[in-house]
Nanobody, 128 residues
Framework: QVVLVESGGGLVQAGGSLRLSCAAS?????????????MGWFRQAPGKEREFVAA????????DYADAVKGRFTISRDNPKNTMYLQMNFLKAEDTAVYYC????????????????WGQGTQVIVSS
């Protein structure tokens, strides 16, 4: 199992910014790095299903975004640090949710069941 630890959540006013981090570790992650894989961000608001936010191919850096966050959020990764980031700008009240990072290989990137391991989540609250 890959250990994923999110950080960077918090309370921010609408229009503000936050940067989430997801640090990956564990022996299984070393195995992941031998083949192609992706990492993604999902979010879950109270009473709603978990939804796709963004994903990145670890080797190529190719990214994918949900329409709701395009132009506002940027996903990136730092290979030597085994860390993925989500820069969130121009935050809106509807971005309020618990944000999770995940790792997997199976397509498509937007489906949560296609990911193998998940972090515990970090809360983001955007006040209007």
């Amino acid at each position: 199992q890959v250990v994923l630890v999110e950080s960077g959540g918090g309370l921010v006013q609408a229009g503000g910014s936050l940067r989430l981090s997801c640090a990956a570790s564990g022996r299984t992650f070393s195995s992941y790095r031998m083949l192609w894989f992706r990492m993604g961000w999902f979010r879950q608001a109270p009473g709603k299903e978990r939804e796709f936010v963004a994903a990145i191919s670890w080797t190529s850096g190719i990214t994918d975004y949900a329409d709701a966050v395009k132009g506002r959020f940027t996903i990136s990764r730092d290979n030597p640090k085994n860390t993925m980031y989500l820069q969130m700008n121009f935050l809106k009240a509807e971005d309020t949710a618990v944000y999770y990072c995940a790792i997997g290989r199976r397509p498509p990137a937007i489906l949560a069941p296609q990911y193998d391991d998940w972090g515990q989540g970090t809360q983001v609250i955007v006040s209007s």
